[in-house]
C-alpha cells in the first residue's frame, strides 16, 4: 500500500479516542462539544485520568478501554506525557494519531529531544501521525472537525487546505466561507513530525470531493519530493500556494513557530517556475 493512502483514516475514522479531555475551560474542552454537535457522539471517546463523565459522555481512565471501534486518537495532553501515550495508544491497536499538543521542535532543544523520543514511540508502532503543535483535520463531507470552528466552516465544498498553521488553517476555515468558498478538507500539519505536505497532496489528488487545493506553507519537509509532487497533482488540480517566511523577521517567526526552517523566496519561486507552476 502507497504511503498516502495509508492517510484515509485520519478523514474517515469508524471511531475516535480524544486523549486528554478535559471539563474545565481550554484545549481539549470544546473539541468533544463540536463533535457531538456534528453527529459524531456515538462515536466518540473520552479518555481522561480522572474518569467519571465530561459534556454527559463516559470518560475513560485509560486508553486500553476504549472500544474497539476507535481508530483514530486525538492527543491533546502535556507535551512531556506525549510519548507514553503513544505507546498507550499503539498497544492500544490504534495506527492514526492527531497530536494537537504543542512543546516539541518548536520551543527549542528540549523540546526538539522530546519530538524525537515520540516519534521514535510512533514508529515502533507503526503509527501515523499529524502533527504535534497542529489542531487536525476538518472532512465537511462527514462532518468530522478535530478544531472548533463555526457552523459555515463545515459547508462542504470542494477547496482543501493544507496549513503548515493551525491557527492560520482556522482562519481560513473560519473566514473563506465570506468570499463564497467552501471546503471539501482541511489538515492542519504543524511540525510534520510524520505526514507532510506531499503526502496530503496526494490523499488530496485522489479526493473526488476535492477541486482545488490552497496551501500555507513555512517551509517544505522535502523540497525536491513537493516539487515532483506539484508537478504531478497540478495536472489534475489547481494549487495555490501561500509562503510564508520572505523576509528575515518572517523565517525567523517560522522557526519559533512549528519549528521549520523557511528556504529564501527566490530559491521558491524557481524551484515553482522549473514545474511549470
Known amino acids: 500500500m502507497e504511503k498516502e493512502n495509508t492517510l484515509r483514516r485520519f478523514f474517515e475514522p469508524r471511531g475516535i479516542a480524544l486523549v486528554g479531555a478535559r471539563n474545565s475551560p481550554g484545549f481539549g474542552y470544546g473539541i468533544p462539544l463540536k463533535l457531538r454537535e456534528q453527529g459524531w457522539g456515538d462515536r466518540l471517546h473520552l479518555v481522561n485520568p480522572k474518569g467519571g463523565e465530561m459534556h454527559g459522555m463516559p ?4 486508553v486500553a478501554e476504549v472500544p474497539d471501534s476507535a481508530d483514530l486518537a486525538v492527543v491533546i495532553v502535556p507535551a512531556r506525557s506525549v ?11 490504534i495506527r492514526h494519531v492527531i497530536i494537537e499538543s504543542a512543546g516539541f521542535i518548536e520551543v527549542g532543544d528540549k523540546g526538539a529531544a522530546l519530538q524525537v523520543e515520540a516519534k521514535a514511540v510512533a514508529e515502533r508502532y507503526g503509527i501515523r501521525v499529524i502533527g504535534p503543535n497542529c489542531v487536525g483535520v476538518v472532512n465537511t463531507e462527514n462532518r468530522l472537525t478535530t478544531v472548533e470552528v463555526i457552523p459555515e466552516a463545515l459547508t462542504p465544498g470542494n477547496v482543501a487546505i493544507i496549513a ?3 491557527v492560520f488553517g482556522n482562519i481560513l476555515l473560519d473566514g473563506l466561507y465570506q468570499q463564497g468558498l467552501f471546503i471539501s478538507k482541511a489538515v492542519t500539519l504543524g511540525n ?7 503526502e496530503v497532496l496526494n490523499y488530496l489528488h485522489q479526493d473526488p470531493a476535492t477541486h482545488v487545493v490552497i496551501m500555507y506553507l513555512e517551509g517544505a519537509a522535502d523540497g525536491r519530493l513537493l516539487a515532483r509532487t506539484l508537478a504531478r497533482v497540478t495536472r489534475d488540480k489547481p494549487v495555490l500556494i501561500l509562503k510564508s517566511g520572505r523576509t528575515s523577521e518572517g523565517r525567523a ?11 529564501r523566496m527566490n530559491s521558491t519561486r524557481a524551484c515553482l517556475r522549473k514545474q511549470g507552476q
Open 164 to 166: 503548515q498553521s493551525g
Open 83 to 93: 510519548p507514553g501515550v503513544l505507546a498507550e495508544i499503539g498497544n492500544r491497536g
Open 192 to 198: 510534520r513530525m510524520d505526514v507532510n505536505e506531499s
Open 59 to 62: 470518560v475513560f481512565k485509560r
Open 253 to 263: 517567526a517560522t522557526a519559533s513557530h512549528t519549528g521549520s526552517l523557511s528556504g
